[in-house]
C-alpha cells in the first residue's frame, strides 16, 4: 500500500503489478517524471541509491507485452499464496515479494531480513513454486516494522505540510525502508524527518542525493554514486 498526497492507493496483487517487477509500487513524483535521487538512512552505514532512474529491465525483461506471455502460473500461484500467508507466518523476517530477474520474469523474489533456512523451506512449501524459480533476497526491515513507521508518516503528513514539508508519496520499498517523495531538496528539511521517523526512512527527491550524517542529520549532500 502505498500513500500519495494523503489518499491512500491499495495496490492490487495482479499479474499487471506482478509484471511491473514487483508486489510493492514504487514512487512516482507529481507531473509522472523519475525521480533523480533517493536518500536512505544508515543501517548500519548510509545507503545512497544511483542518481539514476532505476532500469527498469533490472526486473523481467523490461517490456510488460513480453512479461505476460512469460510468466508462469506457477510463479503467479506462489506470490499470491507467500503474500497472504509470511506476513503473520514470519513476521520477524518477511518484508515483500515480487517478480522477475533481469532478463527473466518467471522468477519469484521473497525479501527477508534473515536468510534462515528453515524460513525458506516453509515459504517453498508454502508457494508450491519450483525452487529453481524461487530467489531469497536479504532486506533490512521487516514489513511489520515499516507498517508503524508508514502509518505515523500518514498521520503527521499535513501538519508536515503546514511546515512546507511536501510529501508526496510515500510507502515501504521492497528492503523494508519507508521511501517518502518529497518536493525540492532541503537538507533541513531532511533531516528534521529523520528525526521524526527514525532510520527505516529513505528520500525521494528532485534534485542531488543525500544521506544522513552522523545517525540521522542530512547537513550536506552526499556525492552521485556512479
Same mark, same amino acid.
Given at each position: 500500500?502505498? =500513500?500519495?498526497?494523503?489518499?491512500? @492507493? %491499495? ?16 514512487? %512516482?513524483?507529481? !507531473?509522472?517524471?523519475?525521480? /533523480?535521487?533517493? #536518500?536512505?538512512?544508515?543501517?548500519? $552505514? ?8 532505476? /532500469?527498469?529491465?533490472? +526486473?523481467? $525483461?523490461? &517490456?510488460?507485452? $513480453?512479461?505476460? =506471455? ?21 513476521? /520477524? #523476517?518477511? =518484508?515483500?515479494?515480487?517478480? !522477475? ?5 518467471? @522468477? ?7 536468510? &534462515?533456512?528453515? @524460513?525458506?523451506? &516453509? ?5 508450491? =513454486?519450483?525452487?529453481?524459480? %524461487?530467489?531469497?533476497?536479504?532486506? #533490512? ?15 503527521? *503528513? ?15 520499498? $521492497? ?15 531532511? &533531516?528534521?524527518? +529523520? ?5 527505516? #526512512?529513505? +528520500?525521494?527527491? /528532485?534534485?542531488?542525493?543525500? @544521506?544522513?550524517?552522523?545517525?540521522? *542529520? ?9
Amino acid at each position: 500500500m502505498r =500513500t500519495r498526497s494523503g489518499v491512500t @492507493v %491499495v495496490v492490487a496483487i495482479a499479474v499487471a503489478a506482478i509484471l511491473a517487477g514487483c508486489a510493492s509500487a514504487p514512487a %512516482v513524483p507529481v !507531473g509522472g517524471e523519475a525521480p /533523480d535521487a533517493i #536518500v536512505a538512512a544508515p543501517a548500519p $552505514t548510509p545507503i545512497v541509491a544511483p542518481s539514476a532512474p532505476v /532500469d527498469q529491465a533490472e +526486473f523481467g $525483461t523490461g &517490456d510488460a507485452a $513480453t512479461d505476460m =506471455t512469460l510468466l508462469s502460473s506457477e510463479v503467479v500461484n506462489g506470490l499470491l499464496a507467500v503474500r497472504d500467508y509470511a506476513p503473520t507466518a514470519h513476521p /520477524d #523476517v518477511y =518484508t515483500d515479494i515480487g517478480s !522477475g530477474t533481469r532478463g527473466d520474469p518467471d @522468477v519469484l523474489r521473497i525479501y527477508l531480513t534473515e536468510l &534462515d533456512p528453515v @524460513v525458506e523451506a &516453509d515459504l517453498l512449501r508454502v508457494a508450491g =513454486t519450483p525452487p529453481e524459480k %524461487v530467489l531469497f533476497l536479504q532486506s #533490512v526491515y521487516s514489513a511489520a516494522a515499516a507498517k508503524p513507521v508508514a502509518e505515523k508518516v500518514t498521520a503527521l *503528513s499535513e501538519d508536515l505540510r503546514s511546515e512546507g514539508i511536501q510529501l508526496t508519496s510515500w510507502g515501504m520499498d $521492497t528492503d523494508g525502508y519507508v521511501d517518502i517523495s518529497i518536493e525540492g531538496h532541503d537538507p533541513a528539511q531532511i &533531516d528534521r524527518l +529523520f528525526t521524526l521517523f527514525g532510520p527505516a #526512512v529513505k +528520500f525521494t527527491t /528532485d534534485t542531488l542525493p543525500a @544521506v544522513a550524517l552522523d545517525g540521522g *542529520s542530512a547537513a550536506a549532500p552526499a556525492p552521485a554514486v556512479p
